[in-house]
């Protein structure tokens, strides 16, 4: 049975860990000197691997094998967050190198044609997934024109600092692939929680989003009586309660919903609001109950405005993102590498956020695994993960992998 190396893996993990090191975390922007500095890194790990390496122009890195056949793409992205964590991403990354070299060193599985990517930007510096989204057609020339990030960084001079503004993209209908495995930090605290060690992804959910505008009368808090006003903050504090009240009427079980924005003008303790903005999020792993969602909040909009006072609009704040179905195949392969290596300490679960393999997924099988994060903590210097379920789940990445390239082959 294929064996992992884990000293190696964790070293290389703390290698690249430190391409950026900013206390207990992170901080390597997709396109930052750092990003670029640990991509180029990540390039000679490939190459001294034994697989092809080259950077996309998106600043995708692939290590491509030299082995025969349909091959297995295993990664996850390598940019961070801008206050971000030392695993969310990485890890998947430095996985998929392991896994390569595992493979290669056992005489029964040398053979097996297995890739390795790190995607770029799938934390949204200028568009979220971007890189796995440009492999698989979905980043257009549309999206692309005129794209910055909040900083106002053109994408297009980002791309040009990074040396790659003339450089060929990867397309993944350049490619024959049996399909993607993506590794992950749950960041979440169910694993954890439970005593569990091990995370087998059947859905990424889906996600959804409105943004609600006020529109009231501005005027002077100590002439304005009560009665009379047209207060933006009255209606806002009265929808934002509503949602709470009205939303776990129709939630499913792992649902979740963030009303994390929120802004009143102009914002003075003397002053009746005349505008505000609340926006939320929501997720789950059935289409319908966000469809529920959507539709309570749209009445709930009514009943404010029903009442008279600042008039409340909702539109959509985002493109609704279906929930992303795992390969089953994949995932049985999976669950019994997690049985035969975690005594048993494993579950199915969801994945409460996103990733590239909710991208991919619509091109190729993809599959997920997840290891506990410690206090549920990601998105934060503070993110962890125990050097035991590191290794141990990146040997249940290598013994899954190993028997879906068995199974494709036969």
Request: hydrophobic share 50%; with cysteine.
């Given at each position: 049975m294929v064996e992992i190396n884990g000293e190696r893996l964790l070293a290389?993990?703390?290698?690249?860990?430190?391409m950026g090191a900013t206390g207990t975390g992170v901080v390597r922007p997709a396109f930052s000197e750092m990003d670029m500095r640990a991509r180029h890194w990540l390039a000679a790990r490939y190459q001294e691997a034994g697989l092809a390496?080259?950077?996309?122009?998106?600043?995708?890195?692939?290590?491509?094998?030299p082995n025969p056949?349909?091959?297995?793409?295993?990664?996850?992205?390598?940019?961070?967050?801008?206050?971000?964590?030392?695993?969310?991403?990485?890890?998947?990354?430095?996985?998929?190198?392991?896994?390569?070299?595992?493979?290669?060193?056992?005489?029964?599985?040398?053979?097996?044609?297995?890739d390795a990517i790190s995607w770029q930007d799938e934390e949204s510096r200028f568009y979220g997934c971007l890189g796995s989204r440009s492999f698989c057609g979905d980043f257009s020339a549309e999206a692309e024109a005129g794209l910055a990030d909040k900083d106002g960084v053109a994408f297009s001079d980002a791309l040009a600092q990074a040396g790659l503004a003339n450089v060929p993209r990867l397309r993944a209908t350049d490619h024959d692939y049996i399909g993607f495995l993506e590794a992950h930090i749950e960041q979440g605290p169910h694993l954890e929680a439970d005593g569990l060690r091990i995370g087998i992804v059947d859905t990424i959910v889906g996600l959804g989003g409105m943004v609600f505008s006020f529109t009231g009368q501005q005027n002077h808090a100590g002439t304005t009586m009560m009665a009379g006003r047209k207060d933006a903050a009255t209606a806002l504090y009265a929808l934002a309660h509503a949602i709470n009240e009205e939303f776990p009427k129709v939630a499913g079980a792992r649902s979740v919903w963030t009303m994390g924005r929120a802004v009143l003008r102009p914002g003075a303790p003397s002053i009746v609001p005349g505008s505000a903005e609340l926006e939320l999020q929501y997720r789950d792993a059935d289409s319908a109950v966000l469809d529920k969602f959507e539709a309570v909040a749209h009445r709930l909009v009514a009943e404010v405005n029903s009442r008279g006072g600042a008039a409340?609009?909702?539109?959509?704040?985002?493109?609704?993102?279906a929930p992303a179905h795992m390969d089953q195949g994949f995932q049985k392969h999976l669950s019994q590498a997690a049985a035969l290596h975690s005594g048993g300490n494993w579950t199915s679960m969801p994945s409460g956020a996103f990733h590239d393999a909710g991208v991919v997924c619509k091109?190729?099988?993809?599959?997920?695994?997840?290891?506990?994060?410690?206090?549920g903590v990601s998105h934060d210097f503070a993110e962890d993960s125990h050097d035991a379920d590191i290794i141990l789940g990146c040997q249940v990445l290598a013994t899954?992998?190993?028997?879906?390239?068995?199974?494709?082959?036969?």
């Open positions: 290389d993990l703390r290698t690249l860990r430190a390496a080259q950077i996309d122009g998106v600043g995708n890195v692939m290590g491509r094998s056949g349909p091959a297995l793409l295993l990664g996850s992205h390598s940019d961070t967050q801008p206050t971000g964590g030392w695993l969310d991403g990485a890890l998947g990354v430095i996985y998929a190198l392991e896994v390569v070299r595992a493979l290669a060193e056992d005489p029964a599985t040398k053979d097996q044609a297995v409340v609009e909702a539109k959509p704040s985002r493109v609704r993102i091109v190729m099988p993809c599959a997920m695994l997840f290891i506990p994060s410690i206090g899954g992998a190993a028997s879906i390239l068995a199974a494709a082959a036969n």
